[in-house]
């Protein structure tokens, strides 16, 4: 009798081994069949050649497969495609007509849009301006070449008497009252709208621009590095950091030493390195890309965005500097500020 029991317990221990060493390998098998086959719903097809010639146009020549979500056809036969990597909203459309970016140039109503610009810009120069400065503007633009798309904001709702302007028939106006720079960056200034140029100026209306030359300074920037710069500004006039004083005695500088006690606890940091103000800042498009994510909808006058810009460059004190040989002055003219009433004993700046 003990005999028998023994060989049951055995044949019963022998069963269990072999459920779970069939288990397991019913496991890896799945495993590797789902590593050869991702997705049964997904697949990729090849185009019927009498479609396939009718999406040429709108497809490089090496793209004749397209991954559809199921073999169902519209009503004129021709296969639902699917794209993932396209960008949001346009996966159902052949890669090859997905336009995912778009510029700030200007076209004409009739003739070949290639002939529509004489010189493409490379560099693209907004001012937040009012009527009330147009000679410091004026003055402004006749510092930047054919090379920079000229871009105004008017927060006074006044465009037409530009128009005195020769270069402002060349120019973008867009109006919107009473708001200020970084509300009109973020609507108007999108990453994938202003791709094709290299560097994006975002300037107040109020600077002197006697000591500065835009080609010189790209030149300057480039050859230092700085995705994110301003101008030196002039010692004695708006200066309210060290970092950004200008330094008479080089072309570029990215850090200081004498800022106010207490401020440098870390030399790599701001407002002592990776610093610049907000009042005539300059990105390159891949900075530009990072800064306009960080941007709030709500950010009305940028306080504190000039301390936040070094997240989008690595290593910031390297690639945040200031262009001391082109310099400016910062002649703090609160135009917009002007544009309220004062009511109940409230200033002006406060009814904006």
Known sequence: MGTIHRSG????????????????????????????????????????????????????????????????????????????????????????????????????????????????????????????????????????????Q????????????????????????????????????????????????EYIFIWDEDLGVEHFNAERYIELVKRHGLEISQPGLEPNNGLTWQMTKRRGDRQVHKLVTDEKPGWCSDPHLPPCAAFVEIMAPVFSREAWRCVWYMIQNDLVHGWGLDFALRRCVEPAHEKIGVVDSQWIIHKVIPSLGNQGKPEDGRPPWEGV
């Not at 700030?104 to 010189?119: A, F, N, T, V």
Request: charged share 25%; with cysteine.
């Open 9 to 148: 317990v055995l044949k019963k221990t022998n069963d269990s081994a072999r459920l779970i060493i069939t288990t397991i390998l019913g496991v890896v098998f799945g495993f590797f069949i789902g590593v050869s086959f991702p997705s049964v719903s997904l697949y990729k097809i090849q185009l019927p050649s009498s479609l396939r010639s009718s999406l040429d146009v709108a497809t490089s020549n090496d793209k004749e497969f397209f991954i559809v979500r199921s073999p169902e056809t519209t009503g004129e036969n021709v296969p639902k495609i699917y794209v993932p990597t396209n960008p949001r909203g346009a996966e159902r459309l052949p890669p090859g007509i997905v336009v995912p970016e778009s510029d700030l140039y200007l076209h004409r109503l009739w003739g070949e849009p290639s002939e529509d610009l004489k010189k493409t810009p490379k560099y693209l120069v907004t001012f937040t301006v009012g009527f009330d400065q147009m000679n410091n503007i004026d003055a402004c633009v006749k510092k930047f070449s054919e090379d920079f």
């Open 150 to 197: 000229i871009l105004l904001f008017h927060y006074d709702g006044r465009t037409t008497e530009w128009d005195q302007f020769e270069w402002s028939k060349n120019a973008i106006h867009v109006s919107v009252k009473k708001q200020t720079k970084w509300w009109y960056a973020k609507r108007f200034l999108h990453p994938d709208v202003v791709a094709p140029y």
